[in-house]
């Protein structure tokens, strides 16, 4: 028997194209003849349009052709609504999604008005310029609370008061709990959320075969295979008609999931009416507008505890900016909601968001989707009680941790995927205690933080607990085949963007069926190869389409003993699955190659058994009851110049629970990435609007996206809680890292600053030097 | 205006290349479109993320901030110069051990900078490898594998025999 | 992220990039490192209609001594090259510090001292270092050349006192004395940002540890880069102590006027010129009077 392959540090298959400039992403795609699409964007936030000329754009040499809204005809049309509201008693839902290009009215800077294509990109951004464009600027809704008032301007004309949507959920009565508690703390929180800012853009090619009836798509998506029913479905195309392939994609974060752009069904639309190839990629500048981002909320929380600082309810209010579309749904603002109770035993919980439409970009999930909203929330909450109680702020996280034998544990309340929130598994304590040990808690605070105060150095530590909901369904599936060269090929419907399918997925299959990692073959996103799934999302795809994998695995591994029983005429229980081969155990030089069954389930001649399928493949497919909720702790020291207000982070710690680990060096890698981002967000990015809802730093010089100066070594530990949702036990990981971040900075520099002493609270993210110098000298 | 356009002649990789290009034409999208050297990718255009980085003259510049008609005589390096799949550069190689890259969208552009910095600075400090590496921005990694590759490949390529990896210690 | 078209033409020597700046005049930008320039190309906030590249002008880079007290760098020396000339610590001590601080290594390895100063940006660190120094810029045309005191040179955001037919051709600094230190620091977003403030002095002391002479300049301070004359004169004749130098940030933070931005108010701006100030003077001086013990008379 080989070396068990789930669980090692497998080196990645895909790197070897990937470092040598091999691997194909979109952009990369070059065909004859083909088209250079530009797109003409709104340079206001919220106006009516009266005209575009395109005339001059027209006459341009090198110009094919420029397109306005009315030009689409039939198939200008809204997008869908991806994500339907959860069934939650009185759900407020105001459906209102992005169009392909504005007709009427423009809702957001960068929205698309015109497409310009042409025989270069270069001649397309040429013609942009000779459009003119009228619009009559209206006033632009960019703040949530003037948003809600009954006089505020109107992103869409027939939502009053801009309410996207209103959600209330409760559990227990927090009314009561609050009359009967030791301590209350109440405090108004905000948390801005960025823009994910993948180093490759969006991009688009498309190419309609006339002959064939082929339309084939290489999109930077994250969900190939709803795009491609989509799009067969918006061009009355039969789904077999339409290819969508989403190769290597540079990073996606959450924003390559939406669909369906507007460059989604125009680029496509183009190349059908044309038959000729078109290409679009989006630029950095357009990449600010154009791709969906997140943002800010407004929270109006309260937290009630006894005199031990055990919690006995939370009540919150906030707004959420949905921007000038809610093609998602609720999911931001529900997982905000959901999230917030974090690994607490919160009996009473008061929840009510409302939904904001405003004249800013759309808002779809950004790695975390939210919950780095709620967690803020909460941990920030457990900070000031813990001052209040004089209490230390581990101990009062201690005293609030669910319990290890009260899983599962169900919140009451209903999570994203529409069926309760309810944890599966989780033992909380060793997570805290092993962060505690990490960081050396104790003896910061009774050694090195006197010991440096009194050299002068502001050095202050974090400690902030989360949980996150992952792999929720609905399913996914995989095709797992063994070819006659003896190779594994594995497709699935899932796109990926880095995480590591192409090792991961193998991994599962290498020891299913007893070959090496490298001669699993495994493409993802390409609906020509499985055109069933919904993509990659929520920390999913290693959970749900892994499990799918290993039960296609786990087929194929049953085909093929049978197979090889027959060939040795022997006992199924006789063999065994090494080395790419099956061997009859005792029996030296009894073994037949995986590669020669193959050939024998696909014979050329003679008969085979009724209801034979041919061949060493299954397909399968995998969908979990819930999610599986993942946890951690992330624990920080930091080091603030109390005069600049600019920042070092000495230490930083993760300790992390998903559940059975595939491959911990993917692992880590996800944590790393996770918590580069988190600290951008907590210190570093971003989006400035202003009152005309202009974003004030679309650029990367502008939007501070971290360095590897500003990012610190990341010391990361794991323990190990199965999931019993799903055989392989995973949990996602993807989203982890990311989620803490916020409220670690804002307790840390408070500590090291010594704030509390000030009584000033930080209780927004992000911070920056000059915001701390806002709140330390206001 | 008629398009300006200028005959060059530019060595990539070893090849030479004559071609006729638009003035305007930024080397990035010559090298990528041009050449079909599509290795080197392009993450701003405004020589902020460096994933366009390529290697001039012995030196790690943006291409997206050169024109290809500025090459004129001149010697490029792209990754697909560094090494191939089947026979990888130690840079490479340890990029693949340590799991230096996830998308390995900026990948190309990290290999042109560190492989320069490699060979001015032959037994790097974290420090300063963190220093040569802060023009390349990486979405996904966080770059703590990213440094632990270039620390392996500085010994590698210091001592061909030392094969331990860093975190194995 | 396209450029505009534009006419590219290459100048091999000096005279070539002189008349053909002479022929385009306004029309025409000249082409050095690009740094800064092609990015406003890309984004179409800047269309030339010719650009002169004189990257191939190999009279006007590199750095050369022209008597024991001065040094001139030519315009199109690259960063690069100031990072990797260990004559540029001894020498030209401010502009060793402030080097990592400008930009990244891609950039610097591409990026010429004259195009950073000719391009004016207030928030760059070189023009305030040049301004610190008391540098002088000489400047050439087809028709003519002069020298342009460092302080004459920047007469705005973007803009400075070159003719549209003039290029600058080399940059003269004088070389550290002894009894002399300097300190450039600066605040930052992240390393290689443009600051938020930065601030570069020098501090000269006499036999007695008084100081004989200071210079103050700071980036992002103002339109240009803003010498603070008033404040480096406060502090000549006094000992370098903590009052004087308080005295010297309070009259930097008064004589400013930072235009702010989304990265830092004009009050957390005039914030840092006095937090900064006060620690490049302190710095310095105490620079100067290391050097002092090193070099007794």
């Not at chain 1, 063994?482 to 020891?511: E, L």
């Not at chain 1, 992330?634 to 300790?655: C, N, R, S």
């Not at chain 1, 988190?678 to 990367?700: H, T």
């Not at chain 2, 790097?124 to 802060?134: G, V």
Request: charge should be negative; hydrophobic fraction near 40%.
């Amino acid at each position: 028997m080989s070396t068990r392959q789930f669980g090692a540090p497998v080196r990645r298959n895909e790197d070897a194209r990937l470092l040598s400039g091999q691997a194909l992403f979109v952009d990369d795609v070059e065909l004859p003849n083909m088209m250079y699409a530009a797109f003409l964007r709104a340079n206001v936030a919220h106006g009516r349009i009266n005209a575009i000329d395109v005339t001059a754009a027209r006459a341009r040499e090198g110009v094919i052709a420029v397109y306005t809204a009315g030009d689409l005809e039939q198939y200008w049309a809204p997008g869908p609504v991806l994500v339907p509201p959860p069934p939650i008693a009185g759900v407020v839902f105001n459906a209102r999604t992005q169009v392909p290009m504005a007709k009427d009215k423009v809702r957001h800077v960068g929205e698309a008005l015109a497409v310009v294509l042409a025989e270069s990109r270069y001649i397309a951004e040429d013609a942009l310029n000779d459009i003119d464009v009228d619009i009559e600027a209206l006033p632009a809704v960019v703040d949530l609370e003037q948003a809600v008032m009954a006089d505020s301007a109107t992103v869409h004309d027939d939502v009053r008061g801009n309410i996207a949507a209103h959600v209330r959920q409760t559990r227990g009565n927090y009314a009561a709990a609050k009359a009967k508690a030791a301590h209350v703390a109440s405090r108004r929180f905000h948390y801005d959320h960025g823009a994910s800012s993948p180093i490759e853009t969006r991009g688009i090619v498309a190419r309609w075969d006339a002959r064939a009836g082929q339309l084939t798509i290489w999109d930077t998506t994250q969900a190939p295979v709803f795009l491609r029913n989509g799009l067969a479905g918006w061009f009355g195309l039969s789904e077999r008609q339409v290819r969508v392939i989403a190769p290597f994609v540079g990073g996606g974060f959450g924003p390559k999931i939406m669909m369906f752009y507007p460059e989604e069904v125009v680029v496509p639309w183009a190349a059908l009416k044309h038959n000729r190839p078109v290409k679009w990629i989006e630029d950095r500048l357009e990449h600010f507008f154009a791709t969906t981002q997140e943002r800010g909320q407004t929270h109006d929380a309260e937290i009630a505890l006894d005199a031990d600082g055990r919690i006995l309810g939370v009540k919150d209010v906030f707004l959420h900016d949905t921007g000038a579309y809610n093609p998602y749904g609720l999911t931001v603002p529900i997982n905000s909601q959901c999230t917030l109770l974090g690994p607490y035993v919160i009996p009473n919980y008061d929840s009510t968001f409302t939904a904001v439409f405003t004249n800013k970009p759309i808002v779809t999930p950004y790695r975390g989707a939210g919950r780095q909203h709620g967690v803020f929330v909460i941990e920030r909450l457990l900070d000031i009680a813990a001052r209040d109680l004089n209490i230390d702020r581990a101990e009062i996280r201690r005293r609030n941790l669910i319990p290890a034998d009260a899983f599962p544990y169900n919140n009451e309340i209903i999570y994203q995927d529409f069926a309760p929130l309810s944890y599966d598994s989780g033992n909380y304590e060793p997570i805290l205690d092993k962060a505690i040990e990490l960081i050396g808690y104790k003896s910061f605070f009774t050694e090195e933080q006197p010991k440096l105060r009194a050299q002068g150095r502001f050095v202050g530590l974090g400690i902030a607990c989360y949980v996150e909901g992952t792999g929720i369904g609905p399913y996914e599936g995989a095709k797992v085949q063994i070819q006659n060269n003896g190779k594994v090929n594995v497709a699935t419907g899932i796109g990926t963007q880095g995480q590591g399918h192409f090792t991961s997925f193998a991994q599962i299959v290498a020891d299913q069926l007893g070959v090496a990692v490298p001669d699993v073959d495994v493409i993802t996103g390409d609906t020509d190869q499985f055109y069933w799934g919904a993509g990659t999302f929520a920390s999913r795809g290693a959970v749900v389409a892994g499990n799918a994998v290993n039960e296609a695995a786990l087929a194929v591994r049953k085909k093929v003993l049978k197979i090889a029983a027959e060939h040795f005429e022997c006992a199924e229980e006789d063999l065994e699955i090494g080395n790419g081969q099956v061997s009859v155990v005792g029996v030296p030089g009894q073994s037949v190659k995986l590669g020669t069954l193959a050939m024998k389930a696909n014979p050329m001649r003679g008969a085979v058994k009724p209801g034979t399928e041919p061949g060493l493949e299954s397909t399968q497919y995998f969908g979990p009851p819930s999610g599986a909720t993942a946890s951690g702790v992330h624990a920080m020291i930091v080091e603030v110049d109390p005069q600049t207000f600019t920042l070092q982070v000495l230490k930083y710690v993760v300790v992390h629970d998903c559940g059975t680990v595939i491959n911990p060096l993917i692992l880590a890698g996800q944590i790393h990435g996770g918590v580069a981002q988190g600290i951008g967000n907590a210190f570093y990015e971003q989006l400035v609007f202003d009152s005309d809802g202009q974003l004030l730093n679309a650029s990367l010089a502008d939007y501070l996206l971290p360095t590897s100066l500003e990012v610190p070594h990341i010391e990361t530990a794991h323990t190990v809680t199965p999931s019993p949702l799903n055989p392989l036990g995973i949990k996602g990981a993807g989203e982890a890292g990311a989620i803490p971040v916020g409220p670690l900075f804002a307790q840390a520099i408070e500590d090291a600053l010594g704030l509390a002493d000030k009584k000033i609270d930080l209780l927004e993210i992000p911070l920056s030097p000059n915001r701390l110098f806002e709140l330390i000298t206001r | 205006m008629s398009t300006d356009r200028h005959d060059i002649s530019v060595t990539v990789n070893g090849t030479v290349y004559r071609r006729n290009v638009e003035a305007r034409l930024l080397l990035s999208d010559f090298l990528r479109h041009d050449l079909l050297l599509a290795g080197t990718h392009v993450g701003c255009e405004h020589g902020v993320c460096g994933a366009c980085t390529v290697i001039y003259d012995g030196v790690a510049i943006r291409s997206c901030l050169t024109f290809a008609a500025q090459t004129d005589g001149h010697d490029i390096m792209t990754v697909e110069g560094l090494g191939t799949p089947e026979n990888l550069h130690p840079l490479q190689e340890a990029m693949r051990e340590c799991h230096g890259l996830q998308c390995g969208y900026c990948t190309p552009g990290v290999l042109m900078t560190m492989k320069v910095f490699l060979e001015e600075t032959p037994s790097p400090d974290e420090a300063q490898i963190r220093e040569a590496l802060s023009g390349n921005l990486c979405r996904c990694t966080g770059y703590q594998h990213i440094v632990e590759a270039v620390q392996l490949a500085a010994q590698r390529l210091q001592h061909p025999s030392s094969l331990q990896h860093p975190t194995q210690k | 992220m396209k450029p505009a078209p534009f006419k590219y033409v290459a100048a091999h020597t000096l005279a070539q990039a002189l008349a053909l700046k002479a022929e385009y005049g306004d029309e025409a930008r000249f082409l050095a490192g690009g740094q800064s320039l092609v990015p406003t190309m890309n984004f179409r906030l800047t269309q030339p209609a010719v650009l002169i590249d004189i990257n191939p002008v190999e009279e006007c880079a590199g750095v050369r001594k022209a008597n024991g007290s001065q040094v001139r760098i030519g315009a199109l020396t690259r960063y690069r090259v100031l990072e990797r000339d260990p004559a540029t610590a001894r020498d030209l001590p401010l502009i060793a510090e402030a080097l990592p601080h400008i930009a990244h290594p891609q950039i610097r390895n591409r990026g010429t001292i004259g195009g950073n100063l000719a391009h004016a940006d207030p928030a760059s660190e070189l023009p305030a270092i040049v301004t610190a120094l008391g540098g002088r810029l000489h400047v050439q045309s087809r028709s003519g050349e002069r020298w342009i005191a460092a302080a004459d040179f920047f007469v705005g955001a973007l803009t400075t006192a070159l003719e549209p037919d003039e290029m600058l051709t080399e940059i003269e600094l004088p070389v550290a004395e002894p009894k002399s230190g300097s300190c450039f620091i600066e605040v930052s977003r992240r390393r290689g940002d443009f600051a938020l403030i930065g601030v570069a002095c020098t501090v000269q002391l006499d036999e007695d540890g008084e100081c004989e002479d200071a210079r103050i300049a700071l980036c992002n301070a103002g339109e240009t880069p803003i010498f603070a004359k008033e404040a480096a004169q406060s502090l000549i004749g006094r000992i370098v102590d903590a009052d004087a130098v308080d005295q010297a940030a309070a009259l930097v933070q008064g004589g400013i006027d930072p235009g702010g931005s989304i990265h830092a108010s004009k009050d957390f701006q005039k914030h840092l010129a006095g937090v900064l100030t006060k620690r490049a003077l302190n710095s310095a001086n105490e620079r100067a009077r290391a050097s002092a013990e090193r070099s007794p008379t």
